[in-house]
């Protein structure tokens, strides 16, 4: 019964200590991403989010260039509310002349509708994006949809914006739909653990106390035929 109760208090500690231990896993994740994301964005020569105007302007398609829109590792094409989500694209100059690529953007719309914008999403712009001819090449795109959006199915709408001889032409690279799901909707490895060990804590206690009651009602039994023995003779 003793090595009973120190299981009990084991699992208990084990279940205190638990989520400080996942805080501390959280926090070095998000710091090794933004280390990534950095390394990434100086190869490609991003130059940020916003800082150069490639005009408003609606382009037509270069002849010759094919997109292609790839969400890695992410089938579903799930994008978590208020956060980051890359998606690539790939581009395919099959033109005369080499092509610069200047800016990706993209916005969120209403499926049922497309002139019911939802929001527009930060635009990345290159300064050394260029794709010689007969030659493809592919750009990362991170993007993040409001936190406050009301999760499920939305329209993506995604733009490249490029130049060949100093002439501005716009791609679409995507346009259909996004499934947005809540933060922290999904059950982390952890929390599963957790609920695991807190399951595992209340059977063992109803064993406890099943034993005890089983114990005492032995105790309970004896007493009687004690009892009824006294009594007979
Ligand atoms: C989104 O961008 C378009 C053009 O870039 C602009 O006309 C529109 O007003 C913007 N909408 C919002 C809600 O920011
Ligand atoms: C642009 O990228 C090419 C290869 O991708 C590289 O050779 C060149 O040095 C880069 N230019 C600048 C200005 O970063
Ligand atoms: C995207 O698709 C919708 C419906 O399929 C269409 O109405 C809309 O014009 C398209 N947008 C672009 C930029 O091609």
């Not at 581009?91 to 969120?108: M, P, Q, T």
């Amino acid at each position: 019964m003793e090595t009973k109760a120190i299981r009990v208090f084991l699992f208990a500690l084990l279940l205190i200590a638990a989520p400080f231990l996942q805080v501390a896993r959280g926090q070095s994740d998000s710091e090794v991403d933004t280390s990534e994301t950095v390394e990434e964005s100086s190869d490609l020569g991003i130059v940020g989010e916003d800082v150069q105007d490639f005009g408003d302007g609606n382009f037509s398609p270069a002849p010759g260039v094919d997109t292609i829109c790839v969400f890695p590792k992410n089938s579903a094409k799930s994008v978590t509310a208020g956060e980051e989500t890359e998606l690539l694209v790939g581009l395919k100059n099959d033109g005369e002349s080499s092509l610069n690529v200047i800016a990706i953007k993209a916005s969120v719309h209403l499926p049922f509708d497309h002139n019911l914008l939802v929001q527009n999403l930060t635009a990345q712009t290159f300064n050394n994006g260029s794709v010689p001819a007969s030659a493809q090449a592919t750009f990362p795109y991170i993007f993040a949809v409001s936190k406050f959006l009301q999760p499920g199915t939305f329209d993506l709408v995604g733009t490249v914006y490029y130049e060949i001889d100093q002439q501005p032409y716009q791609s679409t690279f995507y346009n259909g739909t996004i499934e947005v799901v809540e933060a922290g909707a999904f059950l982390s490895i952890e929390s599963v653990f957790l609920v695991t060990l807190g399951f595992a804590l209340l059977v063992l206690l109803g064993l406890w106390i099943h034993g005890q009651i089983q114990h005492l009602s032995k105790v309970l039994k004896l007493i009687c035929e004690i009892v009824l023995l006294l009594t007979h003779s």
